[in-house]
């Protein structure tokens, strides 16, 4: 935990918040070779810009229209698609990242939503999610306590921007999360994060 601020890029973008300060676990996990990339739930896009930057092919996927318009006018060489993941017609097995941010919260049937995640990914592919929970043990309290003391020194030191997507209390905790992502994702990594996240990084066989 207490690492985590020092390991920082000095050199974050203008815009700081608790999803962007992340950002880089999922920028470090693009697998080499990767032709296409996923945005699930990508709202406001920052994330989808940021991975065209390193995969030629990159779709962001959000049911918002209002921040898909918004993104696409800020880069218009990425796919910027409104719908849902759960059942929006995406080609399976079509993408070499399929990353998510703060999204899969929102959704009530883990289990379906990862296997949904998995359904998308290429064989070879990587899975990566940076998600919230709710604290349910002593150890996650020990990490949101780390979480407001790195909120405070980060906040000072960058400001805080204010996406524009929904909010709402996390449905799952984060046991619930490790529960289902080794049920539906085995071997999956898992590791809980201060600033209240955690990330999940699976690489689906290539057979």
Do not use: C
């Not at 020092?6 to 815009?15: F, H, I, K, Q």
């Not at 996990?29 to 945005?39: E, F, K």
């Not at 990490?143 to 405070?152: F, K, L, M, P, S």
Request: net charge neutral.
């Amino acid at each position: 935990m207490k690492d985590e601020f020092s390991r920082m890029n000095d050199e974050l973008p203008v815009r700081w918040n608790h999803n962007i300060h992340y950002h880089r676990r999922i920028l470090d996990v693009v697998p080499d070779g990767a032709r296409t990339a996923l945005d699930v739930g990508t709202g406001d896009g920052l994330l989808a810009m940021e991975l065209r930057e390193l995969v030629p092919q990159v779709t962001g996927i959000d049911p918002d229209a209002e921040v898909l318009e918004s993104a696409r006018r800020q880069r218009s060489d990425v796919a910027w698609v409104e719908g849902d993941v759960m059942t929006y017609p995406l080609t399976p097995a079509s993408f070499d990242l399929v990353a998510s941010v703060a999204t899969i919260h929102h959704l009530p049937d883990l289990d379906a939503t990862l296997t949904r995640l998995a359904e998308l990914t290429a064989p070879g592919g990587t899975v990566a999610v940076i998600g919230l929970a709710r604290s349910s043990r002593l150890l996650d309290h020990a990490y949101d306590i780390a979480g407001i003391i790195q909120h405070r020194r980060l906040a000072r030191r960058f400001g805080v921007w204010e996406h524009s997507a929904p909010t709402a209390p996390p449905l799952h905790t984060y046991a619930d999360v490790r529960r289902s992502a080794a049920r539906v994702l085995p071997g999956a990594n898992w590791r809980r994060l201060p600033l209240w996240r955690y990330a999940l990084v699976w690489t689906k066989p290539s057979g």
